[in-house]
């Protein structure tokens, strides 16, 4: 059973042409419908290594997005305790 890194570079060897099929089955001990099979498998899923990264920034948006919102609400709350402070002990309640 071969390792999912070696299969990529194998993959990868074979759409870049750096090798012929003869090279990679000698050199590789890999048989040449393995190899196709992996350059198959690694055009194919080569389009959700970009989904992934979209959905990861689309998490971090969401992210930013709840944190901003949660600090304006506290920033609201420091206001407002901050006014009662004053009522409470005037100017001098600031202090604290």
Same mark, same amino acid.
């Given at each position: 059973?071969?390792?999912?890194?070696? =299969?990529? =570079?194998?993959?990868?060897? *074979?759409?870049?042409?750096?090798?012929?099929?003869?090279?990679?089955?000698? =050199?590789?001990?890999?048989?040449?419908?393995?190899? *196709?099979?992996?350059?198959?498998?690694?055009?194919?899923?080569?389009?959700?290594?970009?989904?992934?990264?979209?959905?990861?920034?689309?998490d971090? @948006?969401?992210?930013?997005?709840?944190?901003r919102? +949660?600090?304006?609400?506290?920033?609201?709350?420091?206001?407002?305790?901050? @006014?009662?402070l004053? +009522?409470?002990?005037?100017?001098?309640?600031? +202090?604290?």
């Open positions: 059973m071969h390792k999912p890194e070696f =299969k990529a =570079k194998v993959a990868l060897t *074979t759409i870049k042409g750096e090798m012929t099929m003869a090279d990679m089955v000698e =050199k590789l001990d890999v048989q040449p419908g393995q190899i *196709t099979q992996w350059k198959k498998q690694l055009l194919f899923s080569t389009g959700a290594a970009f989904d992934k990264v979209d959905k990861v920034a689309d971090h @948006r969401q992210e930013v997005l709840e944190l919102a +949660r600090i304006g609400q506290l920033t609201m709350e420091n206001d407002f305790l901050e @006014r009662g004053e +009522r409470i002990h005037g100017l001098r309640g600031k +202090r604290w």
